[in-house]
């Protein structure tokens, strides 16, 4: 992917960086995992990536991103095994925006 300076997440991220789309927070089973996080992750915006300009999948593809996710962790710390625990990322939505940005992803 090429990078692009001027895209609308730069402006996002320069003029709303304390009022972030969502707020992702990372639990795993394992407790000594370091994966768990102790303050939530600000996400910014939602990237979505589109085929073409056809939009109908558009709120199914932000539900995935907003929906818990548990997955196996596989977090390594240092020099150590990878965790064996259960990761789970559960989302906050923000009340006051939700900001989606678009990819035209044309396959190359
Ligand atoms: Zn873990």
Do not use: Q
Request: hydrophobic share 35%; aromatic share 6%; proline share 4%.
């Amino acid at each position: 992917m090429e990078k692009c300076d001027t895209t609308m997440g730069n402006v996002i991220n320069i003029f709303l960086k304390d009022l972030p789309t969502l707020k992702d927070f990372v639990t795993c089973t394992n407790h000594k995992c370091k994966k768990t996080t102790v303050t939530s992750i600000p996400i910014p915006y939602i990237t979505v990536n589109v085929k073409n300009d056809n939009l109908d999948e558009l709120e199914n593809m932000v539900n995935l991103r907003i929906n818990n996710e548990t997955t196996l962790c596989g977090h390594v710390d240092d020099l150590k095994s990878p965790c064996a625990g259960y990761k789970t990322i559960r989302t906050d939505v923000s009340k006051l925006h939700i900001f989606i940005e678009l990819l035209y992803w044309n396959g190359k």
